[in-house]
């Protein structure tokens, strides 16, 4: 009976740090802006919250805050994880996490 408990025991433990570590899991967008006159185009990223983490949270966040420094926001590409981030940031150059 002792080692029911402790296998249990370490199953409540393990399924614990698997919803920590997916929590802690990073969420991201890549989108396209423009400026007009002339006319200046540009590709970032961002980072969301898990809690926000869909194309359409991503719009609204982008649109306002793109629209702070004047520029418009064309799309939001795609919404990735941590395991796309590092491909991205060469491409996002000075837009890389900047909004």
Known sequence: MPMMKTLTSISI???????????NAGCYAD?????D??????????QLSEATCTKAAAH????????SDGWKLLNVITVFGDDELST???NAGQYFLRY
């Not at 006159?37 to 961002?46: E, I």
């Open 13 to 23: 433990v393990l399924a614990f740090l698997a919803s920590v570590s997916a929590a």
């Open 31 to 35: 989108y396209k802006a423009k400026q």
């Open 37 to 46: 006159d002339p006319l200046r185009l540009h590709y970032g990223v961002t």
């Open 60 to 67: 609204a966040k982008l649109e306002s805050t793109l629209s």
């Open 88 to 90: 991205k940031e060469s």
